[in-house]
């Protein structure tokens, strides 16, 4: 399966810890990769919900391998390819 050139992808992830410690590092850490244009901390089964943008299958692989994979404290990861945008709504204040 080819992605399209510029491609999203949601990433679930788990951490080992969650400590304070430990999620403050891994936001911070998720803060500095330019790939990344969204990451919420939730609630459930995983951990952080993030969105990134990649240029196609090599960049995500590239992702993966070079930067998140890299972080220290993942237990574990799942992902999600985002094959067409239905609703894209700015935040709104309450």
Same mark, same amino acid.
Request: aromatic share 10%; charged share 30%.
């Given at each position: 399966?080819?992605?399209?050139?510029?491609?999203? &992808?949601?990433?679930?992830?788990?951490? /080992? *810890?969650?400590?304070? !410690?430990? $999620?403050? @590092?891994?936001?911070? %850490?998720?803060?500095?990769?330019?790939?990344?244009?969204?990451?919420?901390?939730?609630?459930?089964?995983?951990?952080?919900?993030?969105?990134?943008? &990649?240029?196609?299958?090599?960049?995500? /692989? *590239?992702?993966?391998? !070079?930067? $998140?994979? @890299?972080?220290?404290? %993942?237990?574990?990861?799942?992902?999600?390819?985002?094959?067409?945008?239905?609703?894209?709504?700015?935040?709104?204040?309450?």
């Amino acid at each position: 399966m080819a992605l399209p050139r510029e491609s999203s &992808v949601i990433i679930e992830v788990t951490l /080992e *810890r969650h400590d304070e !410690e430990a $999620l403050k @590092r891994f936001g911070d %850490i998720l803060k500095d990769l330019p790939e990344v244009i969204e990451a919420n901390l939730t609630t459930g089964e995983y951990d952080y919900f993030i969105k990134v943008a &990649v240029s196609g299958m090599a960049g995500y /692989e *590239r992702f993966l391998r !070079e930067k $998140l994979y @890299r972080i220290p404290g %993942i237990r574990h990861s799942r992902s999600a390819f985002t094959l067409r945008c239905l609703k894209h709504q700015p935040s709104f204040q309450v």
